[in-house]
């Protein structure tokens, strides 16, 4: 099934314009949350496809919000690609343990990002 709908979670602005730019631009439906409090209204509005998952955030973290997300009865089944500054081989296998189902570090490559979610779908 492919990806249509995508929720992002970052605190960054620039990052949220940049990712939902880019897939908008790949016919994807895009929605942001800034925060962790955000980011469950709107899971609650509707289950996205995909989440896109920041990890340096205030206040819950994207791997303590990715572990809560995955562990949900509700919302287990939805994949997060982590999509972090934080590069060292420990953060990615961190990430991964928390129910990530990959792993991109930032800058975002327009073309890996893209790899990854077509291969999800």
């Known amino acids: 099934m492919p990806v249509r ?3 992002i979670i970052d605190d960054s602005k620039t ?3 940049f990712l939902t730019d880019l897939l908008q631009k790949n016919n994807m439906a ?3 949350a800034e925060g962790a409090d955000e ?3 709107r899971l609650a509005e509707g289950k996205p496809d995909l ?3 920041d990890v340096v955030m205030p206040g819950q973290n994207g791997y303590q ?3 809560a997300i995955s562990r949900s009865p509700e919302y287990s089944g939805i994949p997060i690609i982590l999509c972090t500054s934080k590069s060292l081989e420990t953060d990615r296998v961190w990430g991964m343990r928390q129910g990530a189902r990959d792993y991109i570090t930032k ?3 327009p073309g890996e990002l893209l790899a990854k979610i077509k291969a999800l779908g």
């Open 107 to 109: 800058p975002v490559n």
């Open 15 to 17: 990052e949220l314009m």
């Open 5 to 7: 709908s995508v929720l």
């Open 30 to 32: 895009v929605r942001t």
């Open 65 to 67: 919000l990715t572990r």
């Open 39 to 41: 980011a469950f209204k």
């Open 51 to 53: 989440i896109l998952m």
